[in-house]
């Protein structure tokens, strides 16, 4: 209302009081109503008429208050067995859902046992794949090798004697003569 013109301001709180009024004057009927309905069910009056009562009218109130007092009280153990049995099954329930809480926790844990376990197989097996192709492509370098000298041995055959890359025909005994003679030297001088 605040950001409201005041031309239209005036009429807003004219309605405004109009309203007010029109409650206050439902608020003392309605305390009025009430009045009237506690008169008509005469607790009031009651206790008024309780000094007016023989005994055994008074009697009769009170075996009646008591009989209400007793379906009042056999009310609430109703209820109160009610809630007790809601209890009870809402225990059993919340132990079986505990129960499978409990299940699928162990479940989780397996599983991720068995992922790291799957994890370190993998990377072994990754392992020895790279070790086979390691030995692999050095077995394709070695044919590479001899291919490329004996391609190079039939192309160019007398620069391979050149060159050092002839290969003797022969044998040679690697403990020739000249060589047992220096080891045997070798043996002489060490003692």
């Known amino acids: 209302m605040r950001e409201l013109p005041r031309a239209e301001l ?5 309605k405004a009081q109009e309203h007010h009024g029109a409650l206050q004057r439902l608020q003392s009927a309605l305390s009025s109503a009430r009045g009237e309905a506690e008169r008509a069910n005469g607790t009031h009056a009651v206790a008024r008429r309780v000094e007016e009562m023989s005994a055994a009218e008074i009697i009769q109130m009170g075996g009646r208050t008591q009989d209400k007092s007793l379906a009042s009280l056999g ?4 209820q109160i ?4 049995q809601i209890g009870a099954a809402t225990a059993t329930t919340i132990k079986t859902q505990t129960e ?3 299940n699928i926790d162990t479940d989780i844990m397996k599983i991720k046992s068995n992922l790291n376990r799957a994890d370190l197989l993998i990377r072994a097996f990754l392992r020895r794949m790279m070790t086979d192709k390691i030995i692999m492509i050095f077995m394709c370098l070695i044919i ?4 490329g000298i004996v391609i190079y041995k039939i192309v160019d055959p007398k620069g391979a004697d050149d060159s050092g890359l002839n290969v003797p ?6 403990l020739s003569t000249g060589r047992r003679r220096a080891m045997l030297f070798d043996d002489n001088t060490e003692r």
């Not at 009310?75 to 109703?78: E, L, V």
């Not at 590479?144 to 291919?147: A, E, S, T």
């Not at 025909?169 to 690697?174: A, R």
């Open 100 to 102: 499978q809480l409990q």
């Open 10 to 14: 005036a009429a807003y709180d004219a």
């Open 144 to 147: 590479l090798g001899v291919i």
């Open 81 to 84: 067995a009610e809630s007790m």
């Open 75 to 78: 009310r609430m153990k109703n």
């Open 169 to 174: 025909d022969k044998i040679v005994d690697p």
